[in-house]
């Protein structure tokens, strides 16, 4: 077992050195950092000598160890189209995002779950088919289309809720958050299940999927051979070979979360890295989209090496242990 | 002359196989299947209008909304015929630059398609390749392929779309990129998809491998690369056709979502999802039909296609009849 | 040689399985009858796709969809079981009549010890508390011959060889006490040099407990050593059934002949190995009359017309056109 974490450790490693390398490729021979950061009127001497200062004139392996020492530290350069130093930026961003991605996650689990283990068990029922019916448009309705849906109704013509913005903003720290407030939670209200409901559907889908080929098994039918009750077979047996492989995907749904904030911040106008990140890609902001790059980076391989470790301890096949003695 | 006759010989049996194999496919479980459900005939229906109406856009289009030597600011503004305050001319209403929702919508579904389909034949067929390759060869080729695919897998096709545009923008000098905006765009969405066909053909291909015809065939010496093509590629392309419906729903999303956001199709050639966005800034103010119509008919689109896919699949899973 | 209806513990008559589809209803298992006695070992043998395998599936209601019973009955000590509800055929299951499946491999949830298995077994058809359920698991690891059960009840079934999770599977059917037990095909995915281990456990534990066994399987050599009586099915009928040592020595029905004689024996001069003609038809494709006739050496024309029912013919029971004016009815024996 340590030597699996170790290997996953490793691996994990390679992948961010990987990622920071195309990072720092991206920040070196992508225009010229020094025109971005002084006036059009800086001297050629001042230019060399900010370059000197900076280092650029160094030996880019040597630029590349600096590099990934100010990423651990924290230190991700100046964004260059704002001239503040991007770690500040990521900070200001970052509470918003996770917020964000953490109520949608909820609502997406606490929902899908159930929904997919009782489409799985109650194929032909009517619920069934409805949940199927409602999932199916679930995925075909972009996430975008979505918000604005939701604002239509009930930003625009309802007005129960607000259209646009993060409000009831609190301090801790350098952390920001909206889950003490009541405005706070109003305003969060759309855009979780905007961004929630495809994760939603797919949860569904999937634990159904699932379920249905689990049922179709030789140890459930084993299982109810032996007398089992419905509830034992259905709750206790198909339940945990379902839920296993679906820990990996829900663990990937965290990164597709992150991936689809951008859209609903966009809609809903939530001030998150999202909105962060596209402004520096129109921009052509380096530093922070090197930034955003490793920090996504980052936070996958964060999710995937935790995920694997629940895998670990939840399927007992995976504890490589070999035949017992006395097998014959 | 003898090969006359041959060739009339042959063209003869080339249609009468043809014939019967058409026969054969209205007589087969697919065909059996689609025809019993109305969903599905009507998914199928709704896909056709949407195509046709794209591909022929440039003739049927009640405007030329594209060509902005027609346009009259005059006419901006004006909700769905059916509203008070309208224009018949313009059956859906028009946006803040007086061109026609409808229209706007139809060249609009062109790009969206057109963007769509490139990329899942892009994406197939360089998925597909990768996925024999892999099977079929094995070894450190295959390793490495399934490695990126897994990193890959981990990142939502949105996200690599956009760092590829991104990452391609930044390279680029401004003017070249702006020429090419469309190809790159292909290209991303194309470069966030083609893992799905990869490791299905993958799958396929490492089955077949073992299957006594290719063994076979390698006896006889049959190049590897021939085995590939004409043994081994006809038995793995039929989830290939599943995974293709499937992708173009995904692409066709995805693009949307990129034009959206402002990092997709150029203005100059919009596409749905740019319609969106730019009907989006309305809503307050009531427009609401400059929005709503190219996101019905996005979402009717991508379901249709879905449907399509979902029950192709359905059909052709030999393990669910 | 019909055998007084008391004594008999399992009744199946005249049972018809068949599966709708769009290309029309396909029987599966054709006016199939027979009994089993308590303690009894009733070998049931043919072709893959002979309907062996659902006729069990029936018995015990575990038939999947659109397979159905479509017809007849089965009794249990004298009890109709066929046309229970979900609740009550579940409560049979198990206590009444248990089933071991053909491959240990996926018989088994990974994810659960062998001992969770077994006690939550126990539970569900007597009331015992965990101790008192665990300690009746590891006798039971015992009576089949899983060494070191103490250890071995809590590992999972990965942690086996395929012998030892089929004795494990066969502790899990037997548990509960059931008075007859559905063997479809226990050892045919296992070793040749672990079958017979698994089949004398199967035995040696039948014979224990009285408990009456279907012996479902395509291995006439297994027949011959565990059977009493042996069935002989072919596409979905019945064709003979008989005493063990009677069918296998002086089989009647040509199908019968056929299977004994494809059997090489040690000492066989014979160059080629001896098939019959032909190959079992397919459930849409079952030809009219005797389902046997285009491949019968002694077919005649009233074969291909009329289907033959079960006759006794000496002390055995023969479904075939050729035995028909031999039948001697059982009063004047």
């Not at chain 1, 106008?269 to 990140?277: N, S, T, V």
């Not at chain 2, 402002?262 to 809503?283: A, E, F, H, N």
């Not at chain 3, 017309?305 to 023969?318: A, H, I």
Request: net charge neutral.
């Amino acid at each position: 077992m340590l030597a699996f974490i170790i290997q996953r450790l490793l691996q994990a490693v390679v992948v961010m050195l990987s990622v920071s390398f195309v990072s720092f490729a991206l920040f070196q021979f992508v225009g010229d950092p020094i025109n971005n950061m002084v006036g059009q009127d800086a001297t050629a001497e001042q230019r060399e000598l900010l370059r000197e200062r900076l280092g650029l004139n160094d030996p880019w392996p040597l630029q590349f160890v600096k590099y990934v020492g100010n990423i651990v530290q924290g230190e991700f350069g100046m964004s260059y189209r704002v001239g503040v130093p991007v770690e500040d930026l990521i900070a200001d961003r970052l509470p918003a995002t996770i917020e964000l991605v953490l109520v949608s996650a909820l609502l997406a689990l606490l929902i899908g779950v159930p929904m997919g283990v009782y489409t799985g068990l109650n194929r032909n029922s009517w619920l069934s088919r409805l949940f199927l019916t409602i999932s199916l448009i679930g995925i075909s309705l972009p996430t975008f289309v979505i918000g604005i849906l939701l604002i239509l109704i009930f930003g625009v013509w309802l007005q129960w809720l607000p259209t646009f913005g993060r409000a009831g903003v609190v301090d801790l720290g350098w952390w920001t958050t909206s889950f003490l407030t009541l405005d706070g939670w109003r305003s969060l209200i759309m855009p979780s299940i905007t961004l929630a409901l495809f994760q939603l559907t797919l949860i569904m889908r999937l634990i159904r999927a699932e379920m249905l080929e689990v049922l179709r098994t030789d140890y459930i039918k084993f299982a109810r051979a032996r007398g089992l009750r419905n509830r034992a077979v259905h709750f206790r047996h198909a339940l945990k070979n379902t839920l296993v492989p679906v820990i990996t995907i829900t663990g990937l749904q965290i990164g597709s979360l992150l991936a689809f904030s951008i859209i609903t911040e966009t809609v809903f106008q939530w001030p998150g890295m999202g909105l962060l990140i596209l402004q520096a890609i129109q921009f052509v902001d380096i530093p922070v989209m090197s930034s955003y790059l490793v920090l996504i980076a980052f936070l996958f391989v964060l999710i995937n090496l935790i995920v694997d470790l629940l895998y670990f301890i939840v399927d007992p096949r995976l504890r490589l242990d070999s035949l017992g003695r006395g097998a014959h | 002359m003898n090969s006359q006759h041959d060739i009339l010989e042959v063209n003869q049996g080339l249609i009468a196989r043809l014939v019967d194999s058409f026969k054969r496919a209205q007589d087969s479980d697919l065909y059996y299947s689609f025809r019993r459900s109305p969903v599905i005939v009507s998914a199928f229906i709704i896909t056709m209008i949407m195509f046709f109406a794209a591909f022929l856009a440039p003739w049927i289009a009640p405007h030329q909304t594209l060509d902005l030597k027609t346009l009259d600011l005059m006419n901006a503004y004006l909700p769905p015929a059916w509203e008070p305050n309208s224009d018949p001319n313009f059956l859906l209403g028009t946006d803040d630059q007086g061109r026609d929702i409808l229209s706007g919508m139809m060249f609009g579904l062109r790009i969206s398609l057109g963007v769509g389909f490139a990329s899942v034949i892009v994406s197939a067929i360089v998925g597909t390749l990768l996925g024999l390759l892999s099977g079929y060869l094995g070894g450190r080729l295959d390793s490495f392929i399934m490695r990126v695919a897994d990193v890959q897998l981990t990142f939502p096709a949105i996200l690599i779309a956009l760092l590829i545009d991104g990452i391609v923008g930044s390279l680029l000098p401004k003017a070249a990129y702006n020429e090419l905006k469309l190809y790159v765009l292909v290209l991303a969405i194309a470069a966030s998809q083609w893992v799905n066909f990869a490791r299905t053909v993958r799958g396929s291909t490492l089955v077949e491998k073992n299957k006594e015809y290719v063994q076979a065939a390698k006896v006889i010496g049959v190049h590897p690369f021939w085995i590939m093509v004409r043994h081994v590629l006809p038995n793995v392309i039929s989830p290939v056709l599943v995974i293709a419906t499937l992708s173009l729903a995904l692409a066709i999303l995805t693009e949307a979502t990129l034009s959206f956001l402002g990092v997709g199709v150029p203005p100059t050639s919009p596409s749905l999802g740019t319609l969106i966005r730019i009907g989006q800034q309305y809503l307050f103010s009531g427009e609401w039909w400059m929005t709503i119509f190219p996101s019905s008919a996005l979402v009717i689109l991508v379901l249709a296609v879905n449907l399509l896919g979902d029950w192709l699949r359905d059909a052709l899973n030999p393990k669910l009849r | 040689m019909t055998t007084p209806a008391e004594s008999n513990l399992l009744e199946v008559r005249n049972l018809r399985v068949d599966f709708q589809t769009r290309r029309g209803t396909l029987i599966a298992v054709d006016d199939v009858s027979f009994e089993i006695k308590a303690g009894e070992v009733l070998g049931v043998v043919g072709e893959s796709g002979a309907g062996k395998s659902l006729t069990g599936a029936a018995i015990i209601g575990l038939l999947e969809p659109p397979g159905r019973i479509s017809g007849g009955e089965v009794r249990l000590a004298g009890k109709r079981i066929d046309n229970l509800a979900q609740e009550q055929i579940r409560q049979i299951r198990g206590r009444e009549i248990g089933m071991v499946f053909q491959d240990p491999l996926t018989s088994l949830n990974p994810l659960f010890r062998v001992g969770e298995q077994l006690i939550e077994t126990l539970q569900t058809h007597a009331d015992l508390d965990e101790k008192s359920a665990r300690k009746q698991a590891i006798d039971w690891l015992t009576e089949v011959g899983i060494p070191s059960p103490e250890v071995r009840i809590d590992q999972y079934p990965h942690q086996f060889s395929g012998g030892m999770r089929q004795r494990v599977v066969i502790a899990l059917a037997l548990c509960a006490n059931p008075k007859l037990i559905i063997a479809d095909e226990p050892t045919t995915a296992l070793d040749v040099s672990i079958q017979a281990q698994i089949i004398s456990v199967l035995k040696r534990l039948c014979r224990e407990y009285g408990t009456a066994v279907m012996l479902i399987t395509h291995d006439m050599g297994v027949i011959a050593e565990t059977a009493d009586r042996v069935a002989v099915m072919y596409a979905g009928r019945l064709v003979e059934i008989g005493e063990a040592r009677k069918v296998i020595q002086n089989a009647k029905h040509p199908y019968t002949l056929g299977l004994m004689g494809s059997i090489p024996t040690i000492g066989d001069t014979e160059e080629e190995l001896r098939q019959i003609q032909g190959s079992m038809p397919r459930l849409a494709e079952i030809p009219e009359g005797c389902a046997f006739n285009p491949r019968c050496p002694n077919v005649s024309d009233r074969c291909r017309k009329n289907r033959p029912e079960l006759q006794p013919v000496d002390e055995s029971s023969v479904a075939c056109w050729l035995f028909e004016d031999s039948a001697v009815p059982s009063e004047l024996s």
